[in-house]
């Protein structure tokens, strides 16, 4: 089973590294972040197989759906409130082996069984959060986070 597991990781790891270098040229010469955010969602949905991958924009004390690739979403969500408000509240990201478990999850797919939420900050204030959910549960992990977190700034940053 570990030996399983090792491979899934690898596996996953080498399509993010793939993944990385169409992404840098997506972006590249681009500065409009909505534009970028948008290719990123299309780039991560089809290239890692994902249910729904999204940004939630800070917007008058409130995360309000921003570019995504999926089914239909929550248009706003209060801070605290579900994975993507308590990654806002806590400046955190925050993985869901079971989104079922985690207390006062937002059903916006009934297909969604695992979650990835990475707040975006900047000057030390959460301006978004990228939000990914898996049909399959215990999809995310630390591989996850740090890539995730590493097409984050390359748009951000």
């Not at 909505?34 to 290239?47: D, E, P, R, S, T």
């Not at 009934?110 to 204030?125: A, F, R, T």
Request: glycine share 6%; hydrophobic share 45%; charged share 20%.
């Amino acid at each position: 089973m570990a030996e399983e597991l090792s491979i899934t990781a690898t596996g996953k790891e080498e399509k993010y590294k793939q993944l990385l270098p169409q992404i840098k040229s997506l972006l590249q010469g681009e500065s409009d972040s909505i534009a970028n955010m948008a290719n990123v969602c299309a780039a991560l949905k089809y290239g890692m197989n994902f249910l729904w991958v999204g940004f939630y924009l800070v917007k008058e004390n409130e995360l309000v759906l921003g570019p995504f690739q999926g089914p239909i979403a929550c248009t706003r969500i209060s801070k605290g409130k579900g994975v993507c408000g308590k990654a806002w509240e806590t400046s955190e990201t925050v993985i869901v082996e079971d989104v079922e478990l985690f207390p006062g999850h937002i059903a916006c797919s009934s297909l969604s069984k695992s979650e990835i939420v990475i707040p975006i900050i900047i000057n030390n204030k959460v301006v978004a959060v990228l939000d990914v959910d898996s049909d399959e549960l215990s999809s995310f992990d630390q591989i996850d986070r740090y890539f995730l977190q590493e097409i984050i700034n390359l748009i951000y940053l």
